[in-house]
């Protein structure tokens, strides 16, 4: 059985909540990723994916330059364990309808696992 940690996206990048929209995407342009964890004042608060800013900036005509990640991230970050199995990360992404998990050990977050880590892995093409 194929564990995720070799998968995972790591370290972990993040950006704080008052940064904008405009700020994340080209953070995720820079790194060539498709999700941020969003950090607070106390630890991780949030996730947005590339799906966020087309859906919730782009869809809704919000200004990209002034939109808040607090305003349009997902407040729950779904997490699995590092030593979890490519077919249980597929079937918790699937039953959510999400592209990315946060990777976590022993309760912290370690790393972040997408749907293309995982379709990559399989030598199938993107």
């Known amino acids: 059985m194929n564990s995720i940690a070799t998968q995972m996206t790591t370290p972990v990048i993040s950006i704080y909540s008052e940064a904008t929209a405009k700020e994340a995407a080209q953070l995720m342009k820079k790194k060539g ?7 607070g004042y106390e630890g991780f608060v ?10 919730k900036v782009v869809g809704e005509g919000l200004d990209p330059s002034t939109t808040p990640l607090s305003s349009i991230m997902t407040e729950s970050i779904l997490s ?47």
Request: charged share 25%; glycine share 6%.
């Open 46 to 55: 949030g996730i947005v994916a590339e799906r966020d800013l087309v859906y």
């Open 80 to 126: 699995i364990e590092k030593t979890a199995s490519n077919l249980d990360a597929g079937e918790l992404m699937m039953e959510y309808k999400i592209n990315h998990l946060a990777v976590t050990e022993r309760d912290e977050i370690v790393g972040i696992l997408s749907i293309k880590d995982l379709v990559q892995k399989q030598n199938l093409p993107v």
């Open 33 to 39: 990723i498709g999700s941020l964890l969003i950090k």
